[in-house]
């Protein structure tokens, strides 16, 4: 076996100490401070050069090879969620209302991995490793942009981000080149009716009527005003009215996300909540504002660095357990990194029935297969190897 895979073997009892700690000390998008001061303070008792405070709590490490040739980026990210941890484990969450619930605790662990093995064999690389440390992935705007900006990618020749996923089993990987991921949109209704007495409903403008009508009419949108086959999402996560059992409420407003691949598709579907909105207004007599908010534009890999990834992850995983990867509606920022550079965003499976590790990202009682750390290791080091090796010199 090769020296840096027994090395990242030995480092994954650090992986999963690094993991429970992040998970017991969770901190929200835009306030990892002590995240990030954790995350710094092991780069530079490695060695490797740092800046911190990069695009808001970002941290950057870059490990200088010996020897002439390109500059790859690893990217993970940092931040946790506002929901309360309902695991029983002794590394459950001890912030109330916070949890790391998509597994960006193991994404850290796993690229602090991967620094130290290549802070230990500077010597031997072709290149320069860049260690991208984001914050504020899960909130528009998001913390890729303003990293970038900051001179995240300034010098760098390809980018790699890996995603623990526990919807894919452990022991598989996945990508795809092209869309893997789509746009995430942010839609609000507020609805602004008559209220009065609940007895008394004929005096009033019923504004949880007026909600309830929209939110029927909007799940029309995907099924009769988009191709079959265009992906295409359109779902309400908030309905806010009310105030007493017997009263009427005056007022309701509505949070949505919108989930494309295609702008043509982005651009009817916001048309159709448009009309659908202004309608239903006119039909109730109801006031209705609609605000429509773009977020990250969809995940496109680079063809030639999915190929790369299909050829090092069959050597090191093998063929059958490589994977293409479906669309997935979900989005990420690691978008505005593939914006600017070629290069690969990867899918390790963490799910793992057996282990009762089913509970979906973003769920009160989410947990992750810690033994996919090693593989998310070993997928990251081996495709920043690959492409030093056949990029660089070593003369």
């Known amino acids: 076996m090769d020296k840096w895979k027994q090395k990242l073997e030995a480092s994954y009892p650090d992986m999963v100490a690094w993991r429970r700690h992040l998970h017991r000390h969770p901190e929200l998008s835009y306030g990892e401070k002590q995240t990030a001061a954790f995350v710094a303070e092991r780069l530079r008792h490695w060695g490797i050069e740092t800046r911190t405070d990069v695009g808001g709590h970002g941290v950057v490490g870059l490990v200088r090879g010996s020897l002439p040739g390109p500059t790859v980026a690893l990217r993970a990210d940092m931040d946790a969620l506002p929901i309360q941890d309902e695991k029983t484990c002794d590394y459950a969450s001890t912030v109330p209302g916070v949890m790391h619930a998509c597994g960006h605790d193991g994404h850290t662990a796993t690229l602090l991995a991967v620094a130290r093995l290549f802070a230990e064999s500077k010597e031997r690389l072709a290149g320069n490793v860049k260690l991208l440390f984001q914050p504020a992935e899960e909130v528009s705007p998001g913390g890729a942009a303003p990293m970038i900006e900051d001179g995240a990618l300034d010098g760098v020749d390809a980018v790699y981000g890996v995603h623990l996923w526990t919807p894919f089993p452990t022991g598989y990987v996945y990508s795809a080149p092209g869309p893997v991921m789509a746009a995430a949109d942010e839609f609000t209704i507020r609805i602004e ?193 690959d492409y030093l090796e056949s990029h660089g010199s070593r003369s």
């Open 193 to 385: 009716g008559k209220g009065g007495h609940g007895g008394l409903p004929h005096e009033t403008v019923d504004s949880i009527a007026v909600g309830a009508h929209l939110v029927v009419s909007l799940q029309t949108i995907v099924s009769r005003s988009v191709d079959p086959v265009e992906p295409c999402v359109v779902s309400v996560g908030q309905f806010h009215a009310g105030s007493g059992f017997n009263v009427i409420a005056e007022s309701c407003s509505i949070n949505g996300t919108v989930r494309t691949f295609d702008p043509a598709v982005r651009e009817r579907v916001v048309d159709r909540l448009q009309t659908i909105c202004a309608r239903t207004g006119d039909m109730f007599g109801a006031k209705i504002e609609f605000e429509y908010k773009e977020g990250y534009p969809p995940v496109v890999n680079d063809a030639g660095e999915a190929d790369r990834f299909f050829r090092v992850a069959a050597k090191l995983f093998g063929a059958e357990r490589t994977k293409r990867s479906p669309l997935l509606m979900a989005g990420e920022d690691f978008s505005y990194y593939l914006q600017r550079v070629p290069g690969c965003f990867l899918f390790v499976g963490a799910g793992n029935e057996q282990a009762g590790i089913v509970a979906p990202h973003h769920h009160p009682r989410f947990d992750i297969d810690e033994s996919a750390m090693l593989q998310s290791a070993t997928l990251l080091a081996g495709m920043a190897l």
